[in-house]
T-cell receptor, first 114, second 114 residues
Framework: AQTVTQSQPEMSVQEAETVTLSCTYDTSESDYYLFWYKQPPSRQMILVIRQEAYKQQNATENRFSVNFQKAAKSFSLKISDSQLGDAAMYFCAYRSGRNTPLVFGKGTRLSVIA | GAGVSQSPRYKVAKRGQDVALRCDPISGHVSLFWYQQALGQGPEFLTYFQNEAQLDKSGLPSDRFFAERPEGSVSTLKIQRTQQEDSAVYLC????????????FGSGTQLSVL
């Protein structure tokens, strides 16, 4: 079974600084999708960024970027120029196909210090 | 609708009561997922529908949990004889079913069993 591990229960960052959230996963599949979701106190999961495993180029969305290391099964999220609105729970998630559910990690709570 | 809608937002039940949680997915989305999220944890998969067919219910924790989607749109998650360990946020997500289909989440129903 696929598993997703987030080893940092909590992280903090100064406003305008950069922070990296870690994620590792375990799978025997060769093709899959990886995601980072943000969950603010409103509880609604918001997609931050996604990566297809067959793409070697790391995904980037504005201030958010990933470091995807397929051989190491690592998928970290970098947030640049952190803003107060970035404070939330961040979940790493894995999906092996269009008809399969997302498998989530336990999450990392990010605090942003003004 | 514009997004995934879940109701009620909060539900308090006495132990032993039956509850029904509703999910109204994005119009036209064929895939629908239910997740259970305990406090401070990542979402755990419960069950998956493609249209009206329940293709995977491997995550349902017991036979007290039942889900349906009779017309391939609105879905209901029913929990019979609720117990304290059922207290959690129940999230619903839908997707178009395409290979890259992003899961769109509702804001969840927070169930408290007293």
């Amino acid at each position: 079974a696929q598993t997703v591990t987030q080893s940092q229960p909590e992280m903090s960052v100064q406003e305008a600084e950069t922070v990296t959230l870690s994620c590792t996963y375990d799978t025997s599949e060769s093709d899959y999708y990886l995601f980072w979701y943000k969950q603010p106190p409103s509880r609604q999961m918001i997609l931050v960024i996604r990566q297809e495993a067959y793409k070697q180029q790391n995904a980037t969305e504005n201030r958010f970027s990933v470091n995807f290391q397929k051989a190491a099964k690592s998928f970290s999220l970098k947030i640049s120029d952190s803003q107060l609105g970035d404070a939330a729970m961040y979940f790493c998630a894995y999906r092996s196909g269009r008809n399969t559910p997302l498998v989530f990690g336990k999450g990392t709570r990010l605090s942003v210090i003004a | 609708g514009a997004g995934v809608s879940q109701s009620p937002r909060y539900k308090v039940a006495k132990r032993g009561q039956d509850v029904a949680l509703r999910c109204d997915p994005i119009s036209g989305h064929v895939s629908l997922f239910w997740y259970q999220q305990a406090l401070g944890q990542g979402p755990e998969f419960l069950t998956y529908f493609q249209n009206e067919a329940q293709l995977d219910k491997s995550g349902l924790p017991s036979d007290r949990f039942f889900a349906e989607r009779p017309e391939g749109s609105v879905s209901t998650l029913k929990i019979q004889r609720t117990q304290q360990e059922d207290s959690a946020v129940y999230l619903c997500a839908s997707s178009s079913g395409r290979a890259w289909g992003e899961l769109f989440f509702g804001s969840g129903t927070q169930l408290s069993v007293l």
